[in-house]
């Protein structure tokens, strides 16, 4: 398997506040990884700098040939490489409360990616087909269940094709029946050769639907391992407050 990501030594701040002291963390292609520790322990800050969202102060983000760097993140203009490799799908879906579902999925390749409407617009069909929400594609997003959103944000994550899929809480609005749906989603896009990480506090999707475990904890990788492995079986502090909070 080839590498999605690879992030070494990354620094953040938010103000004068380290969020990440020195984070290193590497992603295959075909592989589900949770991104996982306490609010506050920086797994949106990792996803987002790793997307071009927010800038870091020291490190370093690979994502297929493509460098990121510390400093002001870089302006659109050079971004267009990485937004055809990596789509976001934030926790609470982002979608333009004035497009339609189908409008919500083509604009980024249209208007970032210079894509032409019909070629945009096939591809987006073919994804909200695949995804089960065809028959929603002229819906706008308050229109739209919990379930449905959430696989129109991922719908559009895709777009572009990108070998790597960063989601942010993608469970927190989910039941336990479309969550297990969602993993089994997931599980085949991984299947096609993209690489996943999911920054989540859900145990149980992270122990049923993912294949390995980051922790982090105050800035810093604390344990990693095999899904199971490192949450039946944790060894790190960090690990076990972790699960004693999704307990309470």
């Known amino acids: 398997m080839s590498s999605a990501l690879s992030v070494r030594g990354l620094h953040a701040q938010r103000g004068t506040v380290a969020v990440l002291r020195g984070v290193d963390l590497d992603l295959a292609t075909g592989e589900i990884c949770a991104l996982m520790g306490v609010s506050g322990a920086g797994?949106?800050?990792?996803?987002?700098?790793?997307?071009?969202?927010?800038?870091?102060?020291?490190?370093?983000?690979?994502?297929?040939?493509?460098?990121?760097?510390?400093?002001?993140?870089?302006?659109?203009?050079?971004?267009?490489?990485?937004?055809?490799?990596?789509?976001?799908?934030?926790?609470?879906?982002?979608?333009?409360?004035h497009l339609c579902v189908l409008d919500n999925v083509t604009l980024a390749p249209i208007h970032a990616l210079g894509w032409p409407k019909e070629k945009a617009e096939e591809i987006a069909s073919q994804l909200l087909a695949s995804l089960g929400v065809a028959a929603r594609s002229g819906a706008f997003p308050r229109e739209l269940s919990g379930g449905e959103a959430q696989r129109v944000a991922i719908a559009r994550a895709l777009a572009p094709n990108p070998m790597l899929l960063l989601m942010d809480e993608p469970t927190s609005a989910l039941d336990p029946a479309r969550r297990s749906a969602l993993g089994e989603v997931l599980r085949g896009l991984a299947q096609q050769g993209r690489g996943l990480l999911i920054a989540t506090h859900d145990i149980d999707f992270a122990k049923a639907h993912t294949d390995r475990v980051v922790v982090l904890a105050q800035g810093v990788l604390a344990e990693q391992g095999k899904s199971a492995d490192v949450l039946d079986r944790p060894t790190h502090a960090a690990t076990r407050e972790l699960l004693r909070g999704s307990a309470d």
């Open 43 to 97: 797994k949106s800050t990792v996803l987002r700098a790793a997307a071009a969202l927010q800038p870091f102060s020291a490190g370093s983000i690979a994502i297929d040939g493509v460098q990121l760097r510390p400093g002001p993140v870089p302006p659109e203009s050079r971004l267009k490489d990485l937004r055809s490799k990596v789509g976001m799908v934030f926790q609470a879906h982002s979608l333009f409360e």
